[in-house]
């Protein structure tokens, strides 16, 4: 069965020669094995909202939306099933007392889609989603179905934790969570300059904040959530900052509620985004020659904002925030307006500052150019080439991605 394929965003169409949606592991395994001795390729889609080629392929496209929800649970970890959107695990796992760490802006994602792309939320202490899976089953590109853990084939653990779904087809995941809880969200508006100059105080004294920068107002919206049982520490406005006395922009009240309800906000408008994940050293010098280049260059064609948001270092090798400190902009497009022009200038400015792309979202780099800003680079190739030796996985999008010329 085939038929047209559209991404979130609307910029990313094609018809693979297949689509496949198993509903159990040997399934997948048969899969596999059959695009293998076709030496066709095999590309996974979760629910479709990268918008890089991840997913393009003139071959099989599979999907494990059949294969979704909460598999058991041990003390605060679960284990899941690859195809499961984060809408319903949130749910899921809310039902089983759980909740995880952190959540991006959004929840349509599938659990294996988010991860292998690295996908985040922001909060100095928070990594990005992929550092909450601890184990990994997958389907390598020779159809054998692999565990990978701690205690199993664990040398393949940081390659497997974010694989771009080269390395296999993920059937289930084990996150490391937290007995759930819930989150008290805040808004505000202020001008940026106060914003950026309140940012460390404000990162510091929040569990979680990131904020939008308008170019159109230069005015920014800040965000804030903490724990409503105060465990996170003392959120802004109990923090001795009453406004006006001191300077500080009032937040408004805004909701309360479980983390998979209060992180994620719902997105109907479709856009266009670049982001990229800076060292945080470099934050202020690039946000400033971001908001300078955008103001003198393309505030009559920007429809909308920038999102800067932070996230803890990690040590998995594909990881945007691999060994450092992180702190992300995005600069998001209305869909209907061309981003282009605009956004290759952003890319030029955030790789002068050491940035590196998120893998799902738009960007123009190449293998020759990626290698250089992943220093576990070669360990992640050589554990493609293990589990994947025929190229299952590799379409020409893939191999201009991940083998130099
Ligand atoms: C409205 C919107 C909001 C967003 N918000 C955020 C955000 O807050 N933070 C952030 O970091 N990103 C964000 N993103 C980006 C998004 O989280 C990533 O692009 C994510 O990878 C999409 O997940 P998906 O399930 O749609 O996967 P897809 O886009 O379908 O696939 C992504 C990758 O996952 C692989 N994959 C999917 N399923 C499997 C599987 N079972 N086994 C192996 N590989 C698999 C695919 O092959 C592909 O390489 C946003 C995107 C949109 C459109």
Known sequence: MSRPFVNWSGSLAFTPSGYAEPTDEEEVRKLVTRVRESGDTLRPVGSGHSSSPLVRTDGTLVSLHRMAGVIDKAGDRATVRGGSRLKELGAGLYDVGLAMDNLGDVDYQSIAGATATGTHGTGLGFGNLSTQVSEVRLVTGTGEVLDVSATSNS??????????????????????????????RRAWCAPVEWTLDHLADLQHTNRNMDFYWYPRSDLTQIRTMNRADGASGP???????????????????????????????????????????????????????????????????????????????????????????????????????????????????????????????????????????????????????????????????????????
């Open 155 to 184: 040398e393949l653990l940081p390659a497997v934790r974010l694989s771009l779904g080269v390395l296999g087809v993920v059937t289930q995941l084990t996150l490391d969570l937290q007995p759930r809880y819930d989150l008290h």
């Open 235 to 405: 959120p802004v406005a109990a923090a001795g900052r009453t406004p006006k006395s001191d300077g500080w922009y009032e937040p408004r009240e805004l909701e309360v509620g479980p983390t998979h309800r209060t992180i994620p906000q719902d997105r109907e408008l479709p856009f266009e985004e670049i982001e990229y994940m800076l060292p945080s050293e470099a934050f202020p010098a690039c946000f400033a020659e971001v908001r300078r280049r955008i103001l003198d260059r393309h505030r009559r064609t920007v429809g909308w904002r920038v999102l800067v948001r932070s996230i803890a270092a990690d040590d998995i090798w594909l990881s945007n925030a691999y060994g450092r400190p992180t702190t992300a902009i995005a600069c998001l497009q209305n869909a209907a307006l061309p981003y282009e022009e605009y956004f290759r200038d952003m890319e030029a400015v955030f790789r002068q500052y050491g940035g590196r792309p998120h893998w799902g979202k738009k960007h123009w780099l190449s293998a020759d150019d990626l290698r250089p800003l992943f220093p576990r680079w070669d360990a992640f190739q050589a554990a493609r080439r293990r589990l994947d030796p025929d190229g299952v996985f590799l379409t020409p999008d893939l191999a201009r991605l991940l083998e130099e010329a």
